[in-house]
């Protein structure tokens, strides 16, 4: 017998696996489109330290000279990541998840500890819930995201019709620079959430397969008091 | 107050069997989806490309989304929804040159050039640059978008397609649902719907920065048509025709979206 314990729910799980594919595809045809004006680079100071995207990064992922099949994939699954994102907000909403997922007014100090925690500064981890203080806040923060890059990706596409958002986003130019490092960040919080979970272990990435997490082999319940011992008179 | 987050969720006690089971069902459903995506994923990408057309050179579902797109989000079209435009002193001086495509015949000498009409009823207009000179100019500071992802500040001049249509008594031709226009070597040539050539910042301009346009920006007369990308831009226009039927589109033969409006 074993003790378990519910962790992610149905919705959450399918939500999570559909988007990771479709993510993909939209990080990949982005590229495509991206390539037919590769002007962005990280440069402080004058000195520029990467260039978005170096030849050989191209040449593996296959790039150049296609941006009309980049932007035919990307016209496409937009809808994909946008519904499921969608759905997965309203989910989160009305089930109450959401409470266990948004950051509170402890979150911001306490994930500070938890990164002290995470890189061995720190032996002890504050207290927490389902997900901890650092967890809130980027699995928040990764929704907010999205909706940014709903957000600016229809501010490039149809800047005429939806001006306001194109507006919001500070024009059309920024827009464009807005939606790429938001696809930065995607990839950033990629390698982040591999390493957090291969370290996490097996118990841990079962449950956004299988839904629950095995919390002790033997059940509290098995717990039996010893016979010598005599309660408190 | 109810508050999931301040009671543990409940633990549950199973037996080994009912564990494995339930590992069972799920890790059975996950590689089925992913088997199921992967298999769909296989079908698109290898999905057969169109046969030359109107349009061409794009996965036929991908064709058909970029499509619905359109009929889609033309609803939102409105000749209200303006281009934003900006100060003359904003507009970049030296305007990009990204194409040559049906400008570059160098024995092309403008001073013989006239505009051709081809008019519903089979008969054609005849037109010099000096006739559409002489009709009120509309002059465009906005941001010039390219369907590579380069965007530049400029400034056109020229006669309102609007008014062109009016002044030529065309109405009936504006009645249909497309436009088409071709450099007179037929070279290029490019498919618009009517609402987008009818939008009042379209324009068949002739100047470029308040000079008569050269022959890198499509000398003597170019189409500017904000709502659209730069590949709709047609530089050195030789013919104008109206259908029902969508006209011949350069790029879209060679996988771009028909329409590429913004």
């Given at each position: 017998?074993?003790?378990?314990?519910e962790k992610h729910?149905?919705?959450?799980?399918?939500?999570?696996?559909?988007?990771?594919?479709?993510?993909?595809?939209?990080?990949?045809?982005?590229?495509?489109?991206?390539?037919?004006?590769?002007?962005?680079?990280?440069?402080?100071?004058?000195?520029?330290?990467?260039?978005?995207?170096?030849?050989?990064?191209?040449?593996?992922?296959?790039?150049?000279?296609?941006?009309?099949?980049?932007?035919?994939?990307?016209?496409?699954?937009?809808?994909?990541?946008?519904?499921?994102?969608?759905?997965?907000?309203?989910?989160?909403?009305?089930?109450?998840?959401?409470?266990?997922?948004?950051?509170?007014?402890?979150?911001?100090?306490?994930?500070?500890?938890?990164?002290?925690?995470?890189?061995?500064?720190?032996?002890?981890?504050?207290?927490?819930?389902?997900?901890?203080?650092?967890?809130?806040?980027?699995?928040?923060?990764?929704?907010?995201?999205?909706?940014?890059?709903?957000?600016?990706?229809?501010?490039?596409?149809?800047?005429?019709?939806?001006?306001?958002?194109?507006?919001?986003?500070?024009?059309?130019?920024?827009?464009?620079?807005?939606?790429?490092?938001?696809?930065?960040?995607?990839?950033?919080?990629?390698?982040?959430?591999?390493?957090?979970?291969?370290?996490?272990?097996?118990?841990?990435?079962?449950?956004?397969?299988?839904?629950?997490?095995?919390?002790?082999?033997?059940?509290?319940?098995?717990?039996?008091?010893?016979?010598?011992?005599?309660?408190?008179? | 107050?109810?508050?999931?987050?301040?009671?543990?969720?409940?633990?549950?006690?199973?037996?080994?069997?009912?564990?494995?089971?339930?590992?069972?069902?799920?890790?059975?459903?996950?590689?089925?989806?992913?088997?199921?995506?992967?298999?769909?994923?296989?079908?698109?990408?290898?999905?057969?490309?169109?046969?030359?057309?109107?349009?061409?050179?794009?996965?036929?579902?991908?064709?058909?989304?970029?499509?619905?797109?359109?009929?889609?989000?033309?609803?939102?079209?409105?000749?209200?929804?303006?281009?934003?435009?900006?100060?003359?002193?904003?507009?970049?001086?030296?305007?990009?040159?990204?194409?040559?495509?049906?400008?570059?015949?160098?024995?092309?000498?403008?001073?013989?050039?006239?505009?051709?009409?081809?008019?519903?009823?089979?008969?054609?207009?005849?037109?010099?640059?000096?006739?559409?000179?002489?009709?009120?100019?509309?002059?465009?500071?906005?941001?010039f978008k390219c369907?590579?992802?380069?965007?530049?500040?400029?400034?056109?001049?020229?006669l309102r397609f609007?008014?062109?249509?009016?002044?030529?008594?065309?109405?009936?031709?504006?009645?249909?649902?497309?436009?088409?226009?071709?450099?007179?070597?037929?070279?290029?040539?490019?498919?618009?719907?009517?609402?987008?050539?009818?939008?009042?910042?379209?324009?068949?301009?002739?100047?470029?920065?308040?000079?008569?346009?050269?022959?890198?920006?499509?000398?003597?007369?170019?189409?500017?048509?904000?709502?659209?990308?730069?590949?709709?831009?047609?530089?050195?226009?030789?013919?104008?025709?109206?259908?029902?039927?969508?006209?011949?589109?350069?790029?879209?033969?060679?996988?771009?979206?028909?329409?590429?409006?913004?």
């Amino acid at each position: 017998m074993k003790s378990i314990k519910e962790k992610h729910p149905l919705a959450t799980r399918w939500a999570h696996w559909i988007n990771f594919p479709v993510l993909t595809i939209m990080i990949w045809s982005g590229m495509l489109i991206y390539w037919a004006n590769d002007v962005y680079s990280f440069t402080l100071f004058g000195h520029t330290f990467f260039r978005f995207f170096p030849d050989p990064v191209y040449n593996f992922f296959d790039i150049p000279h296609r941006l009309a099949e980049g932007m035919a994939f990307h016209f496409l699954f937009m809808w994909f990541f946008a519904v499921n994102g969608f759905l997965y907000v309203l989910y989160t909403a009305i089930s109450g998840e959401w409470r266990l997922l948004l950051p509170n007014r402890h979150s911001f100090k306490e994930a500070w500890l938890v990164l002290l925690h995470d890189l061995h500064i720190r032996k002890m981890l504050p207290p927490q819930n389902k997900y901890n203080a650092a967890q809130r806040i980027a699995y928040t923060s990764i929704i907010i995201m999205g909706l940014g890059s709903l957000i600016t990706g229809l501010a490039i596409y149809k800047p005429v019709q939806f001006y306001w958002l194109t507006w919001l986003c500070g024009g059309y130019h920024w827009a464009r620079i807005e939606h790429f490092i938001l696809t930065i960040g995607y990839v950033l919080f990629f390698v982040i959430h591999i390493v957090q979970v291969i370290i996490a272990g097996w118990n841990n990435f079962r449950s956004v397969i299988s839904g629950f997490e095995i919390v002790r082999e033997k059940p509290t319940t098995d717990i039996k008091i010893i016979e010598d011992e005599k309660p408190i008179q | 107050m109810k508050n999931p987050s301040s009671k543990k969720p409940a633990e549950k006690i199973l037996s080994q069997k009912q564990i494995n089971r339930r590992n069972f069902i799920a890790f059975t459903g996950f590689i089925g989806f992913n088997a199921l995506a992967f298999g769909a994923w296989r079908w698109l990408y290898k999905s057969p490309v169109e046969k030359s057309g109107i349009t061409a050179g794009a996965r036929k579902p991908l064709r058909r989304a970029l499509d619905q797109n359109e009929l889609l989000l033309r609803k939102t079209f409105s000749n209200d929804h303006l281009v934003k435009t900006y100060p003359k002193s904003m507009a970049d001086p030296n305007v990009r040159v990204n194409s040559e495509i049906g400008i570059d015949d160098t024995g092309f000498d403008s001073k013989n050039w006239s505009l051709i009409v081809n008019k519903k009823d089979g008969s054609k207009l005849q037109l010099s640059l000096q006739e559409i000179m002489a009709l009120p100019k509309t002059e465009i500071v906005y941001d010039f978008k390219c369907v590579e992802g380069w965007d530049q500040i400029s400034y056109w001049g020229g006669l309102r397609f609007s008014d062109f249509i009016a002044h030529y008594n065309l109405q009936e031709e504006a009645k249909l649902q497309y436009v088409g226009m071709a450099t007179p070597d037929k070279a290029y040539y490019v498919g618009l719907d009517m609402p987008s050539a009818m939008h009042p910042q379209t324009l068949l301009a002739y100047e470029v920065n308040g000079l008569p346009l050269p022959v890198k920006h499509g000398q003597p007369l170019r189409l500017i048509i904000p709502v659209k990308y730069g590949i709709k831009n047609l530089k050195r226009i030789g013919t104008i025709s109206f259908s029902d039927q969508r006209l011949p589109d350069y790029w879209a033969e060679q996988g771009y979206d028909y329409y590429s409006g913004l």
